[in-house]
């Protein structure tokens, strides 16, 4: 039995008022439960906690992380199973324009989830004026409320968060990528070979005979202007 983990990111995992995990790669995992045959139970923790597990436990599968250099050898990855960016937001009303990492740098703070996996790379970077938020919607309540002129986020999450808040898609714009962005199920270093070829030759099917591409359609079409 495979153990699933995942946080809340919608709109690609999220508890709903019902209480029921949904989202879109929690759809793609039952839709690949069932093309494997596989049994999974899914449960949502804290991001660090979710992280912690999946490098401490056997036959463990985070779902959707983002793929990166530090976390290539870590884990093994069936996917991709979406696309994205990672992109510094600012409020549409202040007219901010950024054209470097230079000129993120030199602003007087910059909004982004504690947890997310681009804190170590702009830490790196030289960016000393980060705003390290509990949340997404905490980062999008503190730049719409004016408490930092930008913010970091995956691009696909911004549109829910803003329908949360009741706020025009337009309230908020892009004004610099930082980085293309992948999401992947990582399954610890002890499962097996053939159960991540089953997975992914699933994944393959879903992709090929459009199933997958349905489900994006029904939870990622949410855009934003650029």
Known sequence: MLHFYTTEVPP?????????????????????????????????????RAYQTALSEPSTVLICPKRTEEREKLFQWVGP???????????????????????????SSVLIQRNYYSVPDLQRAGFQNLYLTTSPLTSVRMLLGGRAPLMVMDRLMLPDL?????????AIESVFTLSPDTGYLTFSRDVPAAVLKRWQS?????????????????????????
């Open 81 to 107: 199973l979406f696309s994205t960016s990672t992109e510094f937001f600012a409020r549409t009303q202040d007219s901010l324009r950024i054209n470097s990492l230079e000129e993120a740098r030199g602003v």
């Open 202 to 226: 699933a994944l393959n099917d879903m992709q090929r005979t459009g199933t997958l591409n349905q489900l994006k359609r029904r939870w990622l079409s949410g855009e934003l202007p650029r």
């Open 162 to 170: 803003l329908r949360q808040e009741g706020v025009s898609a337009d």
């Open 12 to 48: 690609f995992a999220f508890t709903d008022r019902a209480g029921r995990i949904t989202g879109y790669c929690i759809e793609v995992v039952h839709a690949l439960l069932r093309r494997t045959g596989d049994r999974g139970e899914i449960v949502s923790l804290p991001w660090a």
